[in-house]
């Protein structure tokens, strides 16, 4: 089956960017969209269709992707920024998310 | 203003059922496609059904045969009706709403927690 591997945690310091990458088998055919999620909060959509960003996103949320991995980098990060953050990607007609990626700002 | 409220949840013994409802304003839902995405305690995220604006429906492999999603456009509901439940179902399941054509989960209600246990 198929699956998008994310690293388990990152840290950053106040003010440092943050990657966060997802890897797949021909993720590079696909779309990826990232989610943020915080304790005892619904996951939210942070970027959609590898690097849009909705309406109400930060600009320091950004989405790229090269070759099978998908990177969601957060420029300037912020003490609120510590949350998990899931990529997820469609196979055939099933979602399949990633494992998700602890954040922690020190 | 898009709201999704899921409800149903709660405790059910193995083999039991439970039917979920995500109550849908702020658009159409017929026109949108609408899924159920879960989480069991401590865990990831993990999709477990779809339902397209023109009716298509997809199930993940662990739910397929048991669990069946549908939609009440008269209700403005989304429902997930879950039969032959197992321990490995407890979560909190989560319906989402896409925001575009390549945007499937978009919005997310706020869950409703369901726990299979004796």
């Known amino acids: 089956s198929y699956e998008l591997t994310q690293p388990p945690s990152v840290s950053v310091s106040p003010g440092q960017t943050a990657s966060i990458t997802c890897s797949g088998d021909?993720?590079?055919?696909?779309?990826a969209s990232w989610f943020q999620q915080k304790p005892g909060q619904a996951p939210g959509l942070l970027i959609y269709?590898?690097?849009h960003r909705p309406s109400g996103i930060p600009e320091r949320f950004s989405g790229s992707k090269s070759g099978n991995t998908a990177t969601l980098t957060i420029s300037g990060t912020q003490a609120m920024d510590e949350a998990d953050y899931y990529c997820q990607a469609w196979d055939s007609s099933t979602a399949i998310f990633g494992g998700g990626t602890k954040l922690t700002v020190l | 203003e898009v709201q999704l409220v899921e409800s149903g949840g709660g405790l059910v013994k193995p083999g039991g059922s439970l039917r979920l409802s995500c109550g849908a304003s702020?658009?159409?839902?017929?026109?949108?496609?609408m899924h159920w995405v879960r989480q069991a305690p401590g865990k990831g995220l993990e999709w477990v059904s779809s339902i397209t604006s023109d009716n298509y429906i997809y199930y993940a492999d662990s739910v397929k045969g048991r669990f069946t999603i549908s939609r009440d456009t008269a209700k403005k509901s989304l429902y997930l009706q879950m039969n032959s439940l197992r321990v490995e179902d407890t979560a909190v399941y989560y319906c989402?709403?896409?925001?575009?054509?390549?945007?499937?989960?978009?919005?997310w209600g706020q869950g409703t927690l369901v726990t299979v246990s004796s």
């Open positions: 702020g658009f159409i839902l017929s026109s949108h496609n």
């Open positions: 269709q590898n690097n």
């Open positions: 021909t993720l590079g055919d696909k779309y």
């Open positions: 989402a709403k896409d925001c575009g054509t390549y945007c499937p989960f978009g919005y």
